[in-house]
């Protein structure tokens, strides 16, 4: 029962709360996002008037052009911003997409950037998932993105920074070459990847009139979510240059049909040094100066990082609006100059939180991934990988989460028949604890003593039937953990309306909201209670044995419903898991109690033909009596 209530004061109700934070949010969001497209719709309606009167004056009228508009921009195309280099202008922008089995990719000639990534192999809504957040972005899923964070910047944006000046390559234009050529790539060029062309590379170039020049360069693979990203520079053009910053852009956008999920699961990782920086949605801007590993975002299922080439000296930053349900990160190296000119690489990881695949990069980015508290952890992996490992030879994570349950059932069987044993035992004691506490109920001290002489005298722990229950706590609250977090259980199915089991089962839509379940129809919770009520009256639930003595008649029914409503949103397939569990409990109840009832007639028996001898021995006995 304790440990029910913790669940729901310091998981479940702060959760609640959490979502209802995020919905208000989402609205004020809304309304900021609706006044600023209303004010940006006068503002345009004000310039076009403008526009036409200026047109009108000049003679012009009906060429739909003001005379040096374009002349305008390119007057003044080198600046402080972006270092002397050719300004980025929306019309002369182009987008060169990059195509494997994993993800397509669509690369901007605007401050050589990734703009967009999707998933190929994961899919929400029949589409695949767009893991990059864009605040311009057509057809991409709603971002409820208010303020970009970065300047509507995307992934892999660069900033070569100064002491006293900086430059922005977010703002300058470049020219795409494909593997070294010479021609430049046309905008909407594609560019496909797979085992006869496994990896392919991307040079971005943007020249100064004096002969300055950056390079950007990015080099795909086809079985990878890996992308490495360079730049390159004339160290006498830019000698003011000491650190090259690289960021995520606008960070990740939602991919789950429940957004709640991935903002509650929302965080900004960075690693300097030996030393893990977390930071969870809200508003912050933090700065931390070490030896540069990482940076990372992510949300439930995916991530997206940035990984120095080497550890350098440098820093690292993360950037948050809680309003906008939006964070960003960033790595800050040194820009070294060798022979005149700088040359930096970097890695970027676009993709699934897969335990074993950050794992490999042997960086310290599993522990990105969601495995509960530091205590539990351990176990968590074990679970982790026990169903990993499963999977490899049944296709089916419900069969695997059932042949788990049944693993699980056999390793603590012991443990779960001493408790139910002890729950018997000490329903058999009932009747002499309750005439000590009729015979002392004037004397607490008395009532103890006696008490624990009963049970010493029986052989009867008082806590033997929760101690194992709680030694099982470790493992059900890892399961907890991994099919709650782990990109295995996405999307997987199990059997007819059960076609995510790292979600709420639902059969069918209420058109009302029932308190604490929603308007989802469960059927897994409910299957679930009836098990749990089913063991409860047999003598083997989790509120001990059922006995008028022990219990009342109302707390037998309770905990089932308790249990079924604490359960009713989380994952169907940790509810797959407790009703299986639930199932074997129930069985193992019957056949200890089926076993005891025979020893207690066995008992009987023997206790009644011992007492006959006795009867018979002492008549024998009996002296008879002297005649007169």
């Not at 950050?358 to 522990?367: C, H, I, Q, T, V």
């Not at 379940?517 to 989790?542: E, F, N």
Request: hydrophobic share 40%.
């Amino acid at each position: 029962m304790a440990l029910i209530l913790a669940y729901q004061i310091f998981y479940y109700g702060p959760r609640m709360r959490e979502a209802e934070e995020l919905r208000r949010a989402r609205e004020a969001a809304e309304m900021v996002a609706e006044q600023e497209r209303q004010a940006q719709e006068a503002a345009d309606s004000t310039l076009a008037a403008a526009r036409d009167d200026a047109r009108l004056e000049a003679g012009h009228a009906g060429d739909g052009e003001v005379p040096g508009e374009d002349a305008a921009d390119d007057a003044t195309p080198y600046g402080l911003a972006d270092g002397g280099l050719p300004r980025a202008r929306a019309a002369s922008a182009a987008t060169i997409v990059v195509e494997t089995p994993l993800y397509e990719i669509a690369l901007s000639t605007t401050g050589a950037e990734i703009r967009t990534m999707r998933l190929l192999e994961f899919e929400t809504h029949g589409e695949p998932v767009q893991i990059l957040r864009r605040a311009d972005s057509e057809g991409m899923g709603e971002t409820d993105l208010v303020v970009p964070l970065s300047e509507d910047r995307g992934a892999a944006n660069v900033i070569l920074h100064g002491e006293t000046e900086s430059v922005d390559l977010s703002t300058v234009r470049f020219d795409a070459y494909l593997d070294g050529g010479v021609e430049p790539l046309l905008d909407g060029t594609t560019i496909k990847l797979d085992n006869a062309t496994p990896e392919r590379s991307i040079m971005l170039r943007a020249e100064g009139p004096d002969g300055r020049f950056i390079e950007k360069k990015f080099v795909f693979t086809h079985d990878t979510y890996v992308v490495r990203a360079g730049v390159r520079f004339s160290a006498t053009h830019f000698p003011f240059v000491r650190q090259v910053e690289w960021g995520l852009g606008e960070g990740m956008q939602p991919t789950e049909v429940k957004h709640d999920d991935d903002y509650h699961a929302l965080r900004a990782h960075l690693r300097l040094g030996d030393e893990y920086h977390t930071k969870k949605r809200g508003d912050f801007d933090e700065y931390y100066r070490g030896t540069v590993h990482w940076a990372a975002v992510q949300i439930k299922y995916f991530t997206a990082i940035v990984m120095a080439g080497e550890p350098a000296a440098g820093g690292a930053s993360a950037a948050g609006q809680k309003a906008a349900n939006a964070i960003t990160a960033s790595i800050m190296l040194p820009a070294p100059d060798r022979r005149g000119t700088v040359d930096q690489t970097v890695e970027y990881y676009l993709g699934p939180i897969d335990y074993g695949v950050l794992k490999d990069f042997n960086r310290g980015l599993e522990r990105n991934v969601d495995m509960g508290i530091a205590i539990f952890r351990p176990v968590s992996r074990i679970v982790l990988w026990s169903l990993v490992w499963l999977h490899k030879f049944i296709p089916n994570y419900g069969l695997v989460i059932i042949i788990l349950s049944v693993f699980t059932k056999v390793l603590f069987y012991r443990l779960t028949h001493k408790s139910f044993k002890s729950m018997r035992d000490m329903q058999a004691l009932q009747p002499k604890l309750q005439a000590i506490k009729e015979k002392y109920k004037d004397d607490r001290q008395k009532i103890s003593q006696e008490t624990m002489r009963v049970y010493k005298e029986a052989g009867v722990n008082p806590l033997g039937g929760c101690l194992p229950m709680l030694l099982q706590m470790p493992v059900f609250i890892a399961l907890f953990n991994v099919l709650r977090n782990t990109i295995e259980l996405r999307r997987a199915p199990f059997l007819g309306w059960i076609d995510d089991l790292s979600q709420q089962d639902v059969l069918a839509t209420l058109p009302f909201e029932l308190p604490f379940m929603g308007d989802a129809v469960s059927v897994l919770p409910l299957l679930m209670g009836v098990g749990m009520l089913l063991q409860s009256k047999i003598g083997g639930g989790i509120a001990g044995p059922s006995s008028s003595a022990t219990q009342p008649k109302m707390m037998m029914y309770m905990m089932p419903i308790l249990f079924t409503v604490l359960f009713y949103r989380m994952p169907s397939g940790l509810v797959l898991y407790w009703i299986v569990n639930t199932v074997l409990s129930v069985a193992q109840q019957y056949y200890i109690n089926k076993g005891a009832d025979k020893d207690d007639a066995a008992k009987a028996a023997l206790e009644q033909k011992n007492n006959k001898r006795t009867k018979t021995a002492k008549s024998k006995t009996k002296p008879k009596a002297k005649g007169r």
